[in-house]
């Protein structure tokens, strides 16, 4: 079984639209986060979450946004696509600090 | 907030030698330290760890190093192979029954020369 899935690996999208890629985890963790890497390889945290609290990475643009309908879920939303936010985009839980990472999500903007 | 230096940036090694990443940190607070290995196109991957209550860990080729009051930890890969070759993330996280605070590396690109 996966244990963190993430959904679409691809997506290509316009400048302007507004996108969601989802996320599960089948792990029991209480902490889940969206990650962006860039082309330089850079790991950056844009969210971390629990069921108690969310911590935004005060550099991530008000665009994103994380939605979670459950413990086991974290979506990621974004408005209005910018060229800049072309990347992977990762999903990860975690127990005790040990992340598991999902499959990675390949956005391209155009 | 906490700050992690990786060197270097880029490592290449000749098959069968040592390869060495060096990571430094700042918050004093950090007590577990984990290293991802992330093949091109796939998800970073933990292949070990150490938390602060150790100061050595290995597990066959890999180990990890930690020395707490210079706030810096390595990661040492004997006999290396090609499939050694990927980029690398340390980590240092604060984790504190279930609160969690981490800031990774900027990452290692490993090659491997054959």
């Known amino acids: 079984d996966t244990a963190v899935s993430q959904t679409p690996k691809y997506l290509v999208t316009q400048m302007g639209n507004d996108k969601s890629i989802k996320c599960e985890q089948n792990?029991?963790?209480?902490?889940m986060y969206w990650y962006k890497q860039d082309s330089k390889k850079f790991l950056k945290i844009m969210f971390s979450?629990?069921?108690?609290?969310?911590?935004i990475n005060e550099t991530v643009p008000n665009r994103f946004s994380p939605k979670s309908p459950d413990k086991a879920h974290l979506n990621l939303h974004i408005n209005s696509l910018e060229l800049g936010d072309s990347a992977v985009y990762f999903c990860?839980?975690?127990?005790?600090?040990?992340?598991?990472f999902g499959p990675g999500t390949r956005l391209t903007v155009t | 907030g906490e700050n992690v230096e990786q060197h270097p940036s880029t490592l290449s090694v000749q098959e069968g030698d040592s390869a060495v990443i060096k990571c430094t940190y700042s918050?004093?607070?950090?007590?577990?330290f984990p290293w991802y290995k992330q093949e091109l196109g796939k998800r970073p991957q933990l292949i070990i760890d150490?938390?602060?209550?150790?100061g050595e860990k290995k597990d066959q080729r890999i180990a990890v190093t930690l020395n707490k009051t210079a706030k810096h930890f390595s990661l040492h890969i004997t006999e290396t192979q090609p499939e050694d070759s990927a980029v690398y993330f340390c980590?240092?996280?604060?984790?504190?029954?279930?609160?969690?605070?981490?800031?990774f590396g900027t990452g290692t690109r490993l090659t491997i020369i054959p």
């Open positions: 980590a240092a996280i604060i984790s504190n029954f279930g609160n969690e605070k981490l800031t």
């Open positions: 979450y629990n069921n108690k609290e969310l911590i």
């Open positions: 792990l029991g963790h209480d902490t």
């Open positions: 150490i938390r602060s209550n150790v």
């Open positions: 918050d004093s607070a950090s007590n577990y």
């Open positions: 990860a839980s975690s127990q005790e600090g040990e992340q598991y």
